[in-house]
Structure formats: structure tokens, C-alpha cells
């Protein structure tokens, strides 16, 4: 079964400052894992994602993750953060073949000025 | 611009009345949707997979008979609450995917706050 875990349920950032949401997974072939951001009451949007190649990924808005097979992880980062940033980040993991994603649970980013 | 459009994006309605969801892929043909539950700060929640012309699929816990689910094109899929409860107040999200060769890219709509009352 696949499953994803996000430690943090909340994070609070001082704006400028850097930030890095963590995200584990577990999955039992290659993984394709991504990064959604949801603002409130809005839908999702992606950020970024990581099918294969480079395990650094560049996404909108300035973030990026990072895939670490041995770690299982695919931690997202963002050097500067800005106000506008303060949102819901939620992980997510797929497969090949497979249309099913699986979320984590989320983390709420909070910027103070 | 959008892919994928969501309707409506709020709605309240009492107790013992159904409501209908659209969600419409703009761009693409999409022979699967997804449609997820979301309860505050909480994740996302896969309810049922859509497929074009046949019966959804339902994950376990997920009453057919209350949330049906109708995919009559390869552009709609309908999410029908029947007999809403307050319980059922939730944000409702669809998903189509694409596949490119052997991956595939997810659209989300915009979501659907239900308020039961």
C-alpha cells in the first residue's frame, strides 16, 4: 500500500526566511510524487513533481524538492518565502500505471512579518 | 488558463435535498476523474474513480447509494450527494488525469464547498 507522511501539521515561517516542508513516502515501485498547494477554499495547485531523471526539481513560484530514494523523502524548499506563500502544502505519491494518488496529510504555513 | 472546471464552487442546502457537482475537463478527453472529500484541515479523502461510460469505482467506507456519481461523456462527471445531511458538509474535489506516455499529470478543479443545513 502506498501512504504518504508529513510530519509537520504546522510551520510558521518569518517572511524572507527559508523554509523546507518534509515529506515522506512509502511506496513499493518507482514512485511519482508531487506537491500541491491549496489556498483557502480554493482547489489545488501544482507545484512541482518527480517522475524520473534529476532528483532536484524546480518547480512555480520559486520552490523545489528534492527525492531521496533512500530516505524516502521529497522534501519541498523555498529559500525566501513571502507572504503571499501562506497556504496549505500537501504531498502526494503515484505510479506508474497507477491514476491513484495518495496524500499526505498537509502543512499549514503560516508567514509573520 | 483552467483545464479543468468545477461547478458550483459553493452551495448551501437543507437537510433531506440532493445536490449535483459538475466537474468538466476543458482541454482534453479524460476517460477517468477522481473525486475527493476534504473535511477542514484535514487531507484529501479519495471517495470514487469515474470512469467514462461505465460504473465507478468506490472506496471502501463510501455509500454508492448516497454519493452517485455519473460520467455520461469523456468531457463531465457528475457527483450527486442524495439525501444530504449536515455530516456531509465537506469540500468536494475532482481530479482528472493525463496520461503522457508513462506518466501522468493530475488537474484538480476548483472545489466545491457543501453546506448542509
Redesign the interface.
Known sequence: AQSVTQPDIHITVSEGASLELRCNYSYGATPYLFWYVQSPGQGLQLLLKYFSGDTLVQGIKGFEAEFKRSQSSFNLRKPSVHWSDAAEYFCAVGGFGNEKLTFGTGTRLTIIP | GAVVS?HPSWVICKSGTSVKIECRSLDFQAT?M?WYRQFP????M?MA?SNEGSKATYEQGVEKDKFLINHASLTLSTLTVTSAHPEDSS?Y?C?I?RRLG??????????T?LTVV
Open positions: 468545477q477517468t477522481f484541515k484535514q487531507s484529501l479519495l474513480t469540500f474535489i481530479r488525469s508513462a506518466r501522468t499529470e493530475a488537474f484538480f478543479g476548483q472545489g464547498r
